[in-house]
């Protein structure tokens, strides 16, 4: 992927340069008065966050330091702006950035994230509670991912969390895991359209999300196709299941 515009990862989240996505853009307008237009509506420290640079200014023969305003912004409002913009470049750092967050949220991205959290936790618990470093011992990996899975607003397909369950250790695929939720109720067993569609416990326990696509067919019609998704808690409770021991 071309390095359109480089992001940075600030409490677990993607965020673009506000002054690198201005220049990225070739907008011609100051940047303050490009930022204080297009940040309107959004919320400081929620949407974007204020931030000091440096940058380095010849100043009589010589270099001079130089703080400039700038801001962190997140993924969200960085499209956003890219969209407001209505330019061919626009588009394409729009584009630049959905397919940064499709990369960040793939599921080996977000288990790759979740292990490196829990490796901190462990570092921080050697580090600050020497009194409890036999429940540290104790602890196991898994169980600090299943607890960071918790965290996790992305839901997945069920096929991908049988992937991650495999990769760990656990004898299952899509089909034998479909059947497995199936079995145990959380899944509808009844042939016909709610086939494979989430039980009524399932959505009371937050597990499960249902993803509606519109298709438009040759003739006109539309259809709406349904796919069930495993959300962040669904992830939890089915490696607290299946995988932690």
């Known amino acids: 992927m071309h390095n ?5 990862i600030l409490n677990e989240m993607q965020t673009v340069s506000a002054r690198e996505l201005h220049k990225t853009l070739g907008v011609k307008k100051r940047f303050s008065e490009w930022f204080k237009i297009n940040s309107n509506g959004f919320m400081e420290n929620e949407d974007y966050t204020s931030v000091l640079i440096s940058t380095e200014v010849e100043n009589n023969g010589g270099i001079q330091i130089r703080e400039l305003q700038d801001y962190n912004l997140s993924l ?3 499209k956003h702006i890219c969209l407001m913009s209505r ?5 394409k750092c729009r584009q630049y ?4 967050e499709k990369a960040w949220n793939t599921p080996e991205q977000v288990f790759a ?6 490796e901190r936790k462990i570092e921080e618990l050697q580090q600050n509670n020497t009194v409890l ?3 540290v011992n104790r602890m196991k990996p898994k169980e600090i991912f299943a607890d960071a899975v918790a965290t996790s607003k992305t839901s997945i397909l069920v096929g991908e969390l049988a992937k991650i369950l495999k990769q760990n250790g656990v004898d299952i695929g899509q089909n034998k895991f479909f059947t497995w939720l199936r079995e145990n109720g959380y899944l509808i067993n009844r042939k016909g359209s709610d086939w494979n ?10 597990l499960f999300e249902i993803k509606e696509t519109v298709v438009t067919h040759a003739d006109g019609h539309t259809t709406v196709n349904k796919t069930t998704k495993v959300t962040g808690k669904g992830q939890q409770y089915f490696i607290n299941k299946l995988l932690v021991a």
């Open 76 to 78: 969200d409002i960085a």
């Open 133 to 135: 470093l036999e429940d």
């Open 197 to 206: 569609m989430p039980t009524q416990k399932s959505m009371n326990l937050g």
């Open 113 to 118: 994230r979740a292990l490196k959290l829990a």
């Open 87 to 91: 330019t061919e470049q626009g588009k």
């Open 4 to 8: 359109l515009l480089a992001t940075q």
């Open 97 to 100: 950035l959905i397919d940064l």
